[in-house]
């Protein structure tokens, strides 16, 4: 199956670079978290507060287990890969693209967003992006077919350098 999967830290710019790479190909646009939210009817902090994080991990899984698309750039939410199931799932259905990024670029886009991340609280923010780190830097990088450094990228050259990305490993757009 010939899907563009997303994965990578809160605030590496996954449904942001989604986005980009739509503008550049003609695929469409999936994202997961979007979508659990859709369909319950509550946003991700929501569905944290009233049902607990195991909770919204049961959904995260089933839906990566029911995903039945082509040609789509799918963003998935940063915890994604803590299942093995789900990295399975997502390989079946195309190339997952990992977007990685430095604690300290992510520190810097997240300190005013703390309010949309369950896992996230203002004051801890570094520590607690250092921990999530620590416990899936190894599984960001089993998932991924293709690494993408974004450090030091616009994410004007970021859609041109995933695309040129693809192409080397043989990807047929
Ligand atoms: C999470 C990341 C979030 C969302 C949920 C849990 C995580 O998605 O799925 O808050 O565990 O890293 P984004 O990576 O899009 O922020």
């Given at each position: 199956m010939s899907n563009i999967i997303l994965v990578g830290m809160?605030?590496?710019?996954k449904s942001t670079i989604a986005k980009r790479l739509e503008s550049l190909l003609t695929y469409d646009i999936f994202d997961m978290d979007h979508e659990i939210e859709k369909a319950n009817h509550l946003s991700i902090p929501q569905i944290f507060d009233q049902y607990g994080q195991e909770y919204f991990r049961d959904l995260e899984h089933k839906m990566c287990q029911s995903l039945d698309l082509d040609k789509t750039l799918i963003s998935t939410g940063?915890?994604?890969?803590?299942?093995d199931a789900n990295v399975s799932a997502l390989k079946k259905l195309g190339t997952i693209i990992y977007l990685k990024a430095n604690v300290e670029v992510l520190f810097n886009r997240l300190q005013d967003e703390t309010g949309h991340?369950?896992?996230?609280?203002q004051k801890a923010l570094l520590k607690q992006l250092e921990d999530l780190m620590e416990n899936r830097k190894d599984l960001y990088e089993a998932a991924a077919d293709v690494i993408v450094?974004?450090?030091?990228?616009s994410l004007e050259d970021l859609g041109q350098e995933i695309i040129k990305n693809l192409k080397e490993i043989g990807y047929k757009f």
């Open positions: 809160m605030g590496s710019g940063g915890g994604v890969v803590l299942n991340r369950p896992l996230l609280d450094d974004i450090n030091h990228i």
